[in-house]
């Protein structure tokens, strides 16, 4: 780990000016053994503390890529998203939100500085300005029975955390690897922090920043559920909304203290009958708090 200043640079050079809120997703547990798993998603200023759901288009794949139907999704009056997937096969599984993209903000520079304009100010004569959207993905795995290899699943978005160590399968005495991607290609130099259960967005003193080949290790002070977080700052493809985007992908994951017994899964022939389920309606503003 390195110093809290350098991070907060790094950070700071990557993050919306109005950021206030990260994203994530959390398993109920992240080995299952029956076939169902629920799945929490939010955009919180403290983990795992819900405070604005991420929406309802949560996307759920297998361990062969192929997308698994989610059996509920709804919207809390707590402020989360809730899943329920159906997990018929053994194996490890993807659950993710995709790129949610934010509004646009309009941005002067002042000092050599940054900052929103509003909506009715006139930019200083001769001053730059751009504009900027957030970019955001949360993602999350989940195990059953055993664990298959997630490492040639496809990126997701263009800000994409690859683990190299088994997601459900980091043990706190030997830590997490994961290599940071950007338009495909490994992505170096870029601080990922990584929050504890109970630590706000803003703590900044526990980071890595990847090496020359986009790859960062993590250790942990015990076992516990975990999130890290990533930030870049890049220009935005031709014909998007707006000239920058800010970037930020998080993935949340339990370190162990030891592994998990793995069971072999007899997959089912069809999918099981069920009652039918009602979506619930949306209680409150559902999706970016910037949207």
């Known amino acids: ?9 790094l950070f700071a050079a990557a993050a919306t000016p109005a950021a206030a809120y990260t994203s994530y997703l959390k398993p109920e547990q992240f080995w299952v053994t029956e076939a169902e ?10 983990f795992f503390t819900p405070a604005i759901a991420v929406g309802d288009t949560l996307i759920v794949t297998n361990s062969g890529g192929e997308r698994v139907s989610a059996d509920r999704i709804a919207v809390t009056p707590g402020g989360a998203t809730e899943l329920q997937a159906d997990l018929t096969r053994g194996g490890t599984y993807r659950v993710t939100t995709g790129e949610v993209a934010g509004q646009v903000a309009n941005l002067v520079g002042v000092d050599g500085q940054w900052r929103v304009l509003g909506a009715s100010e006139t930019p200083p004569p001769g001053s730059q300005t751009t504009t900027l959207q957030t970019v955001t993905i949360a993602d999350t795995y989940v195990t059953r029975g055993t664990a298959s290899d997630v490492s040639q699943l496809p990126t997701v978005g263009r800000l994409s955390i690859r683990p190299v160590t088994h997601p459900n399968q980091v043990l706190a005495s030997q830590g997490l690897q994961i290599e940071l991607l950007f338009d495909g290609a490994p992505l170096p130099n870029v601080a990922i922090v990584l929050y504890a ?4 967005e803003t703590k900044l003193d526990r980071y890595v920043a990847t090496d020359a080949s986009g790859r960062a290790t993590f250790t942990f002070d015990g076992p516990g559920q975990y999130i890290i977080a990533a ?3 890049a220009d935005m493809p031709a014909g998007s ?3 920058v985007g800010s970037y930020t992908t998080t993935l949340t994951f339990e370190a162990l203290d030891q592994l998990y017994a793995e069971t072999q899964v007899q997959e089912q022939t069809a999918e099981p009958q069920r009652p039918a ?6 209680r409150r503003r559902v999706g970016r708090p910037d949207q």
């Open 1 to 9: 780990m390195k110093r809290h200043v350098l991070a907060a640079v």
């Open 37 to 46: 798993v629920q799945i929490e998603g939010s955009y919180a200023t403290t």
């Open 197 to 200: 259960a109970g630590d706000a």
């Open 231 to 233: 930030r870049h700052r």
């Open 241 to 243: 909304p707006a000239a």
């Open 277 to 282: 389920r009602t979506r619930q309606p949306a």
